[in-house]
C-alpha cells in the first residue's frame, strides 16, 4: 500500500521568498509522483508529475519538484513566491497498475505581502 | 475541449434524502474516478469505473453509497439516506484510456454536499 505525508500543514512565505512544501511518500513499487493545487471553492489543478525519466520536474507557474528515490521525498519548490500561489497544495501517489490517486492531507501556502 | 464537468456545484439535502451527484468526463476519456473531500482534510479515494464497469471500488463505504458509468450519459454517484456526515466535497476525475503513460488525472470542479 502506499501513502503520503505531508510535513507542515500551514506555510507561510514573503512575497519574493522561496517556497518550499514537503512531501514523502511510501511505495513499495516504482511511484508516479503528482503536485496539484487547489484554490478556495474549486477543483484541483494539475502543476506537474514525475512518471519516469528526469528527476527534476519543471509544472506551471514557476514550480519544480525533484523526486529523490534515497529520500522517498518529493518536495515542491518555487524560487521567489508570488501573491496569487497563495492556495491549498495536495501531494499524491499511484503507480502503473493502480489507477486510484492517494492524497497527503495537504499544506495551506499563505503569502505574506 | 471542454473539461470535466460536474454538477449540480451545490446541493443541500435534509437528513434521510438521497443525493444524485453528476460527472461528465472530459471528450475521450473513458475513466472516471470519485473522491470526497472532508473538511480541512486531503481527498480520498471513492471508486474507479469504466464505461458500464466497476474496477475498484475499495474506497466506498458499505452503505448507502453507488456508483455507476453508464455506456450513455454522465456517471452518477448515489447517496440514499444523507446523514450529517455525508457532507463533503465531492470530486470526480477522469483520465485517458488504457496505454497511456502516467496515471494523470484532470479534476472537476466538485459538488458540494450540504446535509441539514
Known amino acids: 500500500a502506499q501513502s503520503v505525508t505531508q510535513l507542515g500543514s500551514h506555510v507561510s512565505v514573503s512575497e519574493g521568498a522561496l517556497v518550499l512544501l514537503r512531501c514523502n511518500y511510501s511505495?513499495?513499487?516504482?511511484?508516479?509522483l503528482f503536485w496539484y493545487v487547489q484554490y478556495p471553492n474549486q477543483g484541483l489543478q494539475l502543476l506537474l508529475k514525475?512518471?519516469?525519466?528526469?528527476?527534476l520536474v519543471k509544472g506551471i507557474n514557476g514550480f519544480e519538484a525533484e523526486f529523490k528515490k534515497s529520500e522517498t521525498s518529493f518536495h515542491l519548490t518555487k524560487p521567489s513566491a508570488h501573491m496569487s500561489d497563495a492556495a491549498e497544495y495536495f501531494c499524491a501517489v499511484s503507480f502503473f497498475g493502480n489507477e486510484k490517486l492517494t492524497f497527503g492531507t495537504g499544506t495551506r501556502l499563505t503569502i505574506i505581502p | 475541449n471542454a473539461g470535466v464537468m460536474q454538477n449540480p456545484r451545490h446541493l443541500v439535502r435534509r437528513r434521510g434524502q438521497e443525493a444524485r451527484l453528476r460527472c461528465s468526463p472530459m471528450k475521450g476519456h473513458s475513466h472516471v474516478y470519485w473522491y470526497r473531500q472532508l473538511p480541512e482534510e486531503g481527498l480520498k479515494f471513492m471508486v474507479y469505473l469504466q464505461k458500464e464497469n466497476i474496477i475498484d471500488e475499495s474506497g466506498m463505504p458499505k452503505e448507502r453509497f453507488s456508483a455507476e458509468f453508464p455506456k450513455e450519459g454522465p456517471s452518477i454517484l448515489r447517496i440514499q439516506q444523507v446523514v450529517r456526515g455525508d457532507s463533503a466535497a465531492y470530486f470526480c476525475a477522469s483520465s485517458p484510456p488504457v496505454g497511456r503513460v502516467s496515471n494523470e488525472q484532470f479534476f472537476g470542479p466538485g459538488t458540494r454536499l450540504t446535509v441539514l
Open positions: 511505495s513499495s513499487v516504482p511511484p508516479y
Open positions: 514525475y512518471t519516469t525519466g528526469a528527476t
